[in-house]
């Protein structure tokens, strides 16, 4: 399976989604847990609660363009004006949470106003990155705090971008899973300042024990 749970608007529908809430859902072996992406056409506000996801992985299969596919191994890929909270993800190959997400700022008013996100109060477990993030887009803001990270792999927290399927696949396709950013710091035990666009505080780090 790619992904057991998509929110998203590939061929830009006006309006897009909105409001959609993803909960009180169990997800075991999949490509990719739950995702909310595509977000065109204003696409965006979704609450993610309640959910428990386990065993993602990444995971390859042929598409008919001649190139393998790999499934990007994240429990919660959330996408503009999210909020993610109260969910336990287990076992993630790329990462628990991964909050790399921007506007789509094509002409709709919408799409010029910041683009917020909450991830708070969330179990992660034993997965290779906790969460994942990126702030290039100046327009985004988020909060992530609260979470208790427990036997990450590489990182707790760290900032993260999309990779590129080797050839046959278009060169710069970024079409893989994402990877932590060479020389990014670990924000696992990070507390900011909240007037800073990204703000990180209480997170608790527990070590993997055997």
Same mark, same amino acid.
């Given at each position: ?19 959609? +809430? /993803?909960?009180? =859902? #169990? $997800?075991? %072996? !999949? ?5 909310? &992406? ?44 999210? +909020? /993610?909270?109260? =969910? #336990? $993800?287990? %076992? !993630? ?5 991964? &909050? ?60 993260? &971008? ?49």
């Amino acid at each position: 399976m790619e992904v057991a749970i998509f929110v998203e608007n590939p061929a830009d529908y006006p309006g897009g989604w909105r409001n959609v +809430v /993803v909960a009180a =859902n #169990t $997800i075991d %072996n !999949a490509g990719g847990g739950i995702v909310c &992406a595509n977000n065109n056409a204003g696409s965006r506000s979704a609450t993610i609660t309640g959910n428990t996801i386990s065993n993602i992985k990444r995971n390859s299969f042929p598409l008919s363009t001649g190139y393998n596919h790999v499934t990007h191994g994240v429990g919660i890929w959330l996408a503009a004006d999210c +909020v /993610v909270s109260g =969910n #336990t $993800i287990e %076992n !993630a190959e790329s990462a628990g949470i991964a &909050a790399i997400f921007s506007g789509t700022w094509n002409g709709s008013l919408p799409d010029r106003n910041s683009i917020a996100a909450i991830v708070s109060g969330n179990i992660v477990k034993y997965c290779n990155v906790g969460i994942g993030y990126s702030d290039n887009d100046f327009r985004t803001h988020c909060d992530i705090s609260g979470n208790t990270i427990v036997g990450a792999a590489t990182f707790q927290i760290v900032k993260m &971008a999309a990779t590129s399927l080797p050839a046959p696949a278009p060169a710069g396709n970024l079409y893989g899973p994402p990877a932590p950013v060479n020389g990014s710091p670990e924000m696992g035990s990070v507390t900011n300042s909240v007037t800073t666009r990204w703000t990180f505080s209480r997170n608790k780090i527990v070590a993997r024990t055997v």
